[in-house]
Structure formats: structure tokens, C-alpha cells
Nanobody, 122 residues
Framework: QVQLVESGGGLVQAGGSLRLSCAASGSTFGSYAMAWFRQAPGQEREFVSATTRNGGSTICADAVKGRFTISRDNAKNMVYLQMNSLKPEDTAVYYC???????????????WGQGTQVTVSS
């Protein structure tokens, strides 16, 4: 079992940056692919980015490509999402997720955090 706790959200102006963190419990962190999803009010949850077990490969949604970067530190049981050039449409609750392999599909992921709010003002 893996427990995930996100942090780093907040209010930022358009064009600004934030770095989200996700702390994972358990000694098996390195056996999971990790991902970030987001959900805006009244919208469905959408995929943001994911990384393989060793962080050697990543996938990213077109909406954030070139602006967001996912990374992980298996020694610290942490996964990060560096978000640059933020836009008002990036406003959402951001969720960290762990699963058996990288996928853009939410149900692939077994464990989810509680989320952290990101608000981008125009």
C-alpha cells in the first residue's frame, strides 16, 4: 500500500511558476509509475504527466507540454511537478497517483493523493 500526500499548491499570477511535491509512504515507491492529474471545477479529471518507475521516461499532455516537467527522487520517495508559464486555464486541484505503468488513463492508477489546489490569476 502507498499513501500519497501532495503539497506546493497556491495562488500565482499568470506567467508565474509553482513546484508541486508528492510524498509517498512505503518502501515500494520505486516499483510504481507516478503521475499527476488535475481536475478543474465542473470538469472531468484530466491527465497531466507521468513518469516511469526509474524516472527514465516521461509522458505529458499536449496542454502542458513545454511548460510542465515531472520528476522523481526514489531515494526520497518523492515526485515533483515543476509548472512554468502558468495560465488561468491551469487552475485546478492537482492529484498525485501511483500505478503499475505509465498511462494517460486514470483507472490504471491504484493509489491517489488528496490533491492540492492551484489557482492562476489573470
Amino acid at each position: 500500500q502507498v499513501q500519497l500526500v501532495e503539497s506546493g499548491g497556491g495562488l500565482v499570477q499568470a506567467g508565474g511558476s509553482l513546484r508541486l511535491s508528492c510524498a509517498a509512504s512505503g518502501s515500494t515507491f520505486g516499483s510504481y509509475a507516478m503521475a499527476w492529474f488535475r481536475q478543474a471545477p465542473g470538469q472531468e479529471r484530466e491527465f497531466v504527466s507521468a513518469t516511469t518507475r526509474n524516472g527514465g521516461s516521461t509522458i505529458c499532455a499536449d496542454a502542458v507540454k513545454g511548460r510542465f516537467t515531472i520528476s522523481r527522487d526514489n531515494a526520497k520517495n518523492m515526485v515533483y511537478l515543476q509548472m512554468n508559464s502558468l495560465k488561468p486555464e491551469d487552475t485546478a486541484v492537482y492529484y498525485c497517483a501511483a500505478g503499475p505503468f505509465t498511462s494517460m488513463t486514470g483507472p490504471v492508477y491504484t493509489y491517489w493523493g488528496q490533491g492540492t489546489q492551484v489557482t492562476v490569476s489573470s
